[in-house]
């Protein structure tokens, strides 16, 4: 952290902390300046951290909307962070560290008490959920790469400081939501889980009434069946698929499509085992896809083409087009007569 900067606002607040409440808006932009140079530098985060007392007692907040926490409301955080002016942001971004100081009993405040401090920022981590896991959204693509970073470390500090175990819920209900929508990308999901997966690893769901929730999801994407149950790797599992009798297939075939229909998610072991029954035990396909008698029918129409969009459209990385190619199937589209020459050129160009 630039020592020029600290001393600057270190100034800046004495200044502003000196001045009459007369006069205090004369001497607050000033502070917030100062402030917003330094959140935006490596390390600033945890700068105006150590200082937030300072500034609150100086007089930071003052005048504006943040004056009185006790009537701030999570939901409207999101809004501010996602604006691309400066001074909001500032303001917003102490305002968040002000409440971490009084949930950590650094700071006393006589309208909000250290639990619900730790309630007000739960709730802001569950609503800026991307913030927490790194992903990003439209706003934060078009905001400030610097102010990006340092709302970044600001969300890092407030879950390690507040604990994962209060979010926990809010996760878990957020990759439902999003999982309820059976979107095309889940990278954001994927983030998500393994978190989760971390999370749980560690003990911090022990006390979560959703903890359940968050086992589904974990073992859908990392040990969906009894041949992968300890997440073995890629490799492993492959191996151990050619050890397995009839019924043991049949059993990992129906395992995968439960838990691809049951999440909307695929499994990397799931590309696997559809590439090994491809050349080992096609009549198991329908069953790793999880398909009715409709999408068994499509499938014994159009097995070659199935097949083939097996062999180049799935693969470990692509294994999320197993519930699409699932869905094709189970919705009859291929019987749509403009659909299997269309597939068959995209294939063969």
């Keep these: 952290m630039d020592p020029v900067l600290l001393k600057r606002l270190d100034s800046a607040i004495e200044r502003l902390a000196k001045t009459s409440d007369k006069f205090k808006l004369t001497q607050q932009g000033p502070a917030l300046d100062q402030a917003a140079r330094v959140l935006r530098a490596p390390g600033g985060v945890g700068a105006c951290a150590t200082r937030i007392g300072a500034m609150v007692d100086a007089g930071i907040f003052r005048g504006t909307d943040w004056d009185e926490p006790a009537r701030l409301k999570p939901v409207l955080v999101r809004q501010t962070l996602?604006?691309?002016?400066p001074r909001s942001l500032t303001v917003e971004t102490l305002s968040e560290l002000r409440f971490l100081a009084i949930a950590?009993?650094?700071?006393?405040?006589?309208?909000?008490s250290g639990e619900q401090a730790h309630r007000?920022?739960?709730?802001?981590?569950?609503?800026?959920?991307?913030?927490?896991?790194?992903?990003?959204?439209?706003?934060?693509?078009?905001?400030?790469p610097e102010?990006?970073?340092?709302?970044?470390?600001?969300?890092?500090?407030?879950?390690?400081?507040v604990g994962y175990t209060r979010v926990f819920d809010a996760v878990i209900d957020e990759i439902w939501r999003i999982l309820t929508q059976r979107p095309i990308q889940i990278d954001r999901v994927r983030t998500m889980i393994g978190q989760l997966s971390v999370w749980t690893q560690d003990g911090a769901s022990d006390s979560s009434p959703s903890g359940w929730g968050?086992?589904?999801?974990?073992?859908?994407?990392?040990?969906p069946t009894a041949a992968c149950r300890e997440d073995p790797g890629i490799e492993v599992y492959g191996e151990r698929l050619t050890a397995l009798d009839n019924?043991?297939?049949?059993?990992?075939?129906?395992?995968?499509?439960?838990?691809?229909h049951d999440t909307g998610l695929v499994s990397a072991y799931h590309a696997v085992l559809l590439r090994y029954l491809r050349e080992t035990r096609r009549d198991l396909i329908p069953d790793c896809l999880g398909l009715?008698?409709?999408?068994?029918?499509?499938?014994?129409?159009?097995?070659?083409?199935?097949?083939a969009l097996i062999d180049r459209a799935i693969t470990v990385e692509t294994a999320q087009a197993i519930y699409g190619l699932s869905l094709l199937l189970e919705r009859g589209i291929?019987?749509?007569s403009a659909m299997p020459p269309a597939l068959w050129r995209l294939i063969l160009c």
């Design 120 to 144: 007000f920022l739960a709730q802001v981590l569950g609503l800026n959920l991307e913030r927490l896991f790194g992903a990003s959204s439209e706003a934060a693509r078009a905001q400030d």
């Design 82 to 85: 996602e604006s691309n002016d």
């Design 247 to 260: 019924m043991a297939l049949s059993q990992e075939a129906a395992g995968m499509a439960r838990a691809m």
């Design 334 to 336: 291929l019987h749509l």
């Design 147 to 161: 102010w990006g970073a340092a709302l970044g470390e600001l969300f890092k500090r407030i879950g390690e400081e």
């Design 104 to 112: 950590r009993g650094d700071r006393v405040n006589p309208g909000v």
């Design 292 to 307: 009715t008698a409709t999408g068994r029918d499509s499938y014994s129409t159009y097995a070659e083409l199935v097949d």
């Design 214 to 223: 968050a086992d589904r999801l974990t073992s859908a994407l990392f040990n």
